[in-house]
């Protein structure tokens, strides 16, 4: 079936640097890429999306960037603060209009102090 | 506030019992979905639903089956529960359309002995 190739599967910064997470997808129909954070024990929560008919966008430290050319999307957080740590999905929307989403499998991120 | 809940929150099955997971949400969603999540595996979909009394098959359907009854509750059933089965699953629901939000629940941890 249809994948999402999420990389790296760890990332470890420091406290202030930058963190960026990569994704990649197959299915050129795809229209819709929401970025999900999950905290230890709890439930994925939505934190930013982009569509396709979009390149960048930001939401005060969270910035995606979506290459259609390319089939790849990225996340970056700035300024990283301990309270980023936790794991992160992306995902892409599925073929048709099925509300499915297609997820990758995960970026555990650890901001050291 | 709207919200996805699910029972039970933990539940430990024997193997070859059968298990039923069930998943509410006053979200006035049409659709539904059930995820489960392992280490390493991310969220994968096993079954979805956009209306009642109907379901669909996700990605990893096999030994699963759902139910519908009505546009608030959905149900994943184990008729024969598999020590491969253990996981966290997770019930989300979503509006139709492109670029929709899935919302959520908190989980089930299924362990099978």
């Known amino acids: 079936g249809e994948q999402v190739e999420q990389l790296p599967s760890i990332l470890r910064v420091q406290e202030g640097s930058s963190a960026s997470i990569n994704c990649s997808y197959e299915d050129s129909a795809s229209n819709y890429f929401p970025w999900y954070k999950q905290e230890p024990g709890e439930n994925p929560k939505l934190i930013i999306d982009i569509r396709s008919n979009m390149e960048r966008k930001q939401i005060q430290e969270l910035i995606v960037l979506l290459d259609k050319k390319a089939k790849r999307f990225s996340l970056h957080i700035t300024d990283t603060q301990p309270g980023d740590s936790a794991m992160y999905f992306c995902a892409a929307s599925g073929a048709g209009n099925t509300g499915k989403l297609i997820f990758g499998l995960g970026t555990t991120l650890q901001v050291q102090p | 506030e709207a919200a996805v809940t699910q029972s039970p929150r933990s539940k430990v099955a024997v193997t070859g019992g059968k298990v039923t997971l069930s998943c509410h949400q006053t979200?006035?969603?049409?659709?539904m979905y059930w995820y489960r999540q392992d280490t390493g595996h991310g969220l994968r979909l096993i079954h979805y639903?956009?209306?009642?009394?109907?379901?669909e098959k996700g990605d990893i359907p096999d030994g699963y089956k759902a139910s519908r009854p009505s546009q608030e509750n959905f149900s994943l059933i184990l008729e024969l529960a598999s020590l491969s089965q253990t996981a966290v699953y997770f019930c989300?629901?979503?509006?139709?359309?492109?670029?929709?939000?899935?919302?959520f629940g908190p989980g089930t941890r299924l362990t099978v002995l």
């Open positions: 639903s956009y209306v009642a009394d109907s379901t």
């Open positions: 989300a629901s979503s509006v139709l359309g492109d670029y929709a939000e899935q919302f």
């Open positions: 979200n006035n969603h049409d659709y």
